[in-house]
């Protein structure tokens, strides 16, 4: 049966309905659908959307004619290529996710779907400055200054009701703007500013423009260190991609990194690229998912989410930081951007780029093994050293009493103080302090839908859980014994580090980077050019400040503590720690200004903290790289993990033992638990965890669904599987 027989007029579409994935449908006279095609269809009384699939691509059993109900309407936009059908078919079956989940995320702006048109948004009337006026219309007034959207988008930008907005279009302090949905953008020029490259930054760009020229699959691993250009290098394929005619895609880890590469695209092509991530208005996503359908924006930079946009034309994917750990889905389909790009490549017969300082150990083992062609840019652009690591032992440099700056980590930062240039502290830690106490009672402050501590924040007077959410005000008495003002902050959070640099250093500008304080592209934006102007003499941040930013005047990093990503049971913590705070001290000495870095440490001699010290990647790679093979562990090994929860701790347990109680006995497989998750209560359900270990060569997921296929659980239990996992919590 075609996907669009002419002669028996069926198809068969994957639809968006619990429990239905696959419908047969009737092509009534005079509709015209092939595979891709975006439809409504009925079921039941209601109308769902649907994509028609492949023929004997879907599974299913055929039907007569007479009993198919006829599809009603073929939706305005273009059908779904074909390399991203076979992209959503291959994540599925690799993540183990259904197909219908998959391709939803292809189908990510419900209004592009609708067609183009004229929409009505809306901005503050010249003359909105009344003499009187309530405090919630002061408010709108104040935060929507230079904002254009609808009601809606509007009533979240200004934290008011849609009612008081509507009211102020009534007040004439709002004024409506018809917009074309499906108005073009300014297209790049690969000609308009084309820099000057080193030697080795040129001959890894001609890799990159002949294989982008050649229309063939060919994947990179860009391997430079940090200031090294290799965004420069990149951009070259990206302009011969765009000089073809053709669309190309940066992915990046951060929705923070985006203004600033949006900067730097425009300064070498002319024209800011197309952006997509979460944080766009719906009008935003309906324009770019509609003009990258039709091929009209022809570079889009975002999160991982931009991989299923469905590219008329994809020429090239570049995927930067590709070592970061955001590229990996925690919940839903749990899929990694940086390994699915590298298949969307191989689908569309297109040159992928893996750009990282850092490379994963399992990008670095594809090199070797001669399946990604590695470039290597070994030297910092433009003459500039790579910074000075150096060791303080905190068992010898103790910080004084109540404070966690060592005594040498001062002394640099009034040094640089004095010099005038800039210096960064990183601690990945957000908030003041990561647990409060009751110093009368000893009482801890504790999440209820979570088992972790609530987190202080003083910037924002709250104590917050930064794994569901949950806020409260911090108590005046303790409510376990009443007493009161009887809080006590243990341990430091970047916020607590500021407070003290701004005793040591009281007239330096100290900013706290974090994605609390950058929690959206415009305060990002506003931090780039702040620090690149010389407003910020010191940055306190998390990991958020560790890549993609280029501070020419900051010489100074320092590493507050440099052992804290070795605890816990993360399997890869070495390997994340070294990338860590590699890509952090690579801020440093990024101008003609040298560049000093200071990590305090109180396990000078552990492997990972030596290797940077002496900068021997190689080293550290080699000895990490020999110890995943004695472990089985990626690239050598597999990893799956499976999640069992429930409202009911009871049942999540007697769950996840009736898995571990049907486990199969395999020679290449070993199944571990189940036992609680380290994180046993998340967002209010109790959770078991099994971890399976598997050969190379064994076939994982036809282990998995041959297992858990035939399992049947009570309704409030949810079982997720996670493919090559890097959350262990």
């Known amino acids: 049966m075609n996907a669009a027989n002419t002669q028996s007029k069926t198809c068969r579409c994957l639809v968006f309905n619990p429990g239905l994935d696959v419908l047969d449908y009737r092509v009534p ?3 015209t659908v092939e595979p891709g095609s975006v439809v409504v269809a009925p079921l039941g009384p209601r109308q769902i959307i649907g994509i028609v699939w492949d023929h004997g691509r879907l599974p299913g059993a055929d039907f007569p004619i007479a009993k198919l109900r006829p599809l009603l309407q073929v939706l305005p936009v273009p059908p779904l290529p074909a390399p991203l059908r076979r992209l959503i078919e291959w994540t ?44 919630q219309r002061a408010k709108a007034i104040e935060r929507l200054a230079g904002a254009q959207a609808t009601i809606r988008e509007l009533a979240v930008i200004a934290d008011v009701s849609d009612a ?56 990179f691993l860009l ?45 070498r092509f002319g024209a800011a690229p197309v952006a997509w991530h979460s944080g766009l208005k719906a009008s935003e996503r309906r324009r770019a998912w509609r003009q990258v359908s039709q091929g009209g924006a022809k570079a889009v930079v975002g ?21 970061e750990i955001a590229f990996k889905q925690d919940d839903g389909v749990r899929y990694n951007a940086r390994d699915v790009a590298v ?61 966690w700056l060592a005594p040498p980590l001062v002394k640099a930062l009034e040094e640089r103080a004095k010099r005038g240039e800039q210096s960064l ?27 972790a501590w609530l987190v202080e924040h003083r910037l924002s007077h709250r104590l917050a859980c930064h794994h569901c959410g949950h806020e409260v005000p911090p108590p005046p008495a303790c409510p376990e014994c009443a007493e009161p003002d009887c809080m006590v902050a243990c341990g430091p959070g970047v916020e607590r580090i500021a407070d003290e640099l701004r005793e040591i250093l009281p007239d330096a500008r100290v900013m706290v980077a974090t994605s609390d304080t950058l929690n959206s592209a415009d305060k990002a934006a506003e931090f780039v050019e702040q620090v690149t102007h010389g407003g910020i003499d010191v940055i306190v941040g998390t990991q958020l400040v560790t890549k993609g930013f280029h501070f020419p005047n900051l010489t100074l990093v320092g590493v507050i503590d440099a052992d804290m990503g070795l605890e816990g049971g993360d399997l890869r913590a070495a390997e994340r720690t070294y990338q860590q705070i590699a890509q952090v001290a690579g801020r440093a000495g990024r101008g003609e200004k040298p560049g000093e870095v200071l ?70 497989v070993m199944i571990l638990g189940p036992a609680p998750a380290p994180l046993s209560l998340l967002r209010g359900r109790y959770r078991y965890r099994l971890l399976i270990n598997a050969r190379r060569s064994s076939d994982l997921q036809t282990v998995l669904r041959d297992w858990l296929g035939p399992l049947k659980f009570p309704p409030g239990i949810r079982v997720a599987v996670d493919i090559d996992p890097y959350s262990f919590v």
């Open 303 to 323: 999160a991982r989410s931009a991989l299923f946009l469905p590219f008329a034309n994809l020429g090239l994917i570049v995927v930067d930081e590709a070592h």
């Open 29 to 31: 006279a005079g509709m």
């Open 92 to 135: 599925a079956d690799y993540y183990l996710s259904p197909l219908s989940q998959v391709a939803r995320m292809a189908l990510s702006s419900s209004a592009a779907l609708q067609g183009g048109g004229m929409i009505t948004e809306y901005r503050l009337a010249d003359a909105a400055h009344p003499a009187r006026i309530t405090p």
């Open 164 to 219: 008081v907005l509507r009211g102020m279009l009534g007040a004439g302090l709002l004024e409506s703007v018809r917009v074309d949905s499906d108005r073009a953008y300014p297209e790049p020029d690969p000609d308009h500013a084309v820099p000057v490259l080193s030697d080795g930054q040129a001959a890894a760009a001609d890799r990159i423009i002949a294989a982008t020229r050649a229309r063939a699959f060919q994947p």
């Open 343 to 403: 298949m969307r490549a191989r689908f569309e017969s297109i040159p992928v780029v893996l750009a990282s300082a850092t490379p994963a150990l399992e990008s670095l083992a594809m090199a070797d093994a001669g399946r990604y062609e590695r470039l290597v840019l070994p030297d910092r652009f433009g003459g500039a050293q790579m910074p000075h690591i150096q060791i303080v032992d905190l068992r010898e440099h103790q910080p004084d009493r109540g404070r």
């Open 425 to 451: 502290l990183f601690l990945n830690r957000r908030g003041y302090a990561p647990l409060t106490l009751c110093r009368a009672c000893g009482y801890r402050f504790c999440c209820p839908n979570c088992s």
């Open 599 to 668: 990590l305090q440490t109180r396990h000078p001699d552990a492997a990972v903290i030596a290797a940077l010290a002496s900068g021997d990647r190689d080293a550290f790679y080699a000895a990490e790289t020999e110890a995943r093979r004695d472990a089985n562990a990626p690239p050598f090994g597999r990893w799956a993990a499976i999640i069992v929860s429930s409202e009911d701790e009871a049942e999540a347990k007697a769950a996840a033992r009736g898995i571990g109680g049907t486990r199969p006995t395999l020679d290449d």
């Open 223 to 267: 391997d430079g260190v940090t200031g090294s250009g290799k965004t420069e290098t990149y951009a070259e394929g990206i302009a011969a991609a765009l000089a073809m005619g053709r669309q190309v895609l940066v992915l990046l880890p951060e929705i923070a990194l985006t203004q600033n590469f949006l900067a730097r695209f425009e300064a």
